[in-house]
């Protein structure tokens, strides 16, 4: 069993910079684990943001340059750092562990535990 937190999001202006933290607690090792970051837009599905993995981060196309996911396994937590944000960025964002180990992957079904998701609403 493991529990995941989101903390950090928030109202910004267009442009600027937000970092979000995930912290883990359970029994699952959390080094051996890659670990997604998701965004919901209102009214859509769930949207592959980056993933960190034993070989490195994976970004999606849409924030690649100006996201940048990195990991504390001695804390147990990994952060999504947000520049240059836009308002197409706004939505409510959600950490994930993956459910086969330290492997990227950007499918929602790989990943089978979820933070409650924090909300990052950018202002044109």
């Known amino acids: 069993q493991v529990q995941l937190a989101e903390s950090g999001g928030g109202l910004v202006q267009f442009g600027g910079s937000l970092r979000l933290s995930c912290a883990a607690s359970g029994e699952r090792r959390f080094s051996s684990y890659a670990m997604g970051w998701f965004r919901r837009v209102q009214g859509k599905g769930r949207e592959f943001v980056g993933c960190?993995?034993?070989?490195?981060?994976y970004y999606a196309d849409s924030v690649k340059g100006r996201f940048t996911i990195s990991r504390d396994n001695a804390k147990k937590e990994v952060y999504l750092q947000m520049d240059s944000l836009k308002p197409e960025d706004t939505a409510v964002y959600y950490c994930?562990?993956?459910?086969?180990?330290?492997?990227?992957?950007?499918?929602?079904?790989?990943?089978?535990?979820w933070g409650q998701g924090t909300q990052v609403t950018v202002s044109s």
């Open positions: 960190i993995s034993w070989d490195g981060s």
């Open positions: 994930a562990m993956s459910a086969a180990g330290n492997f990227y992957s950007n499918l929602v079904g790989d990943y089978d535990a």
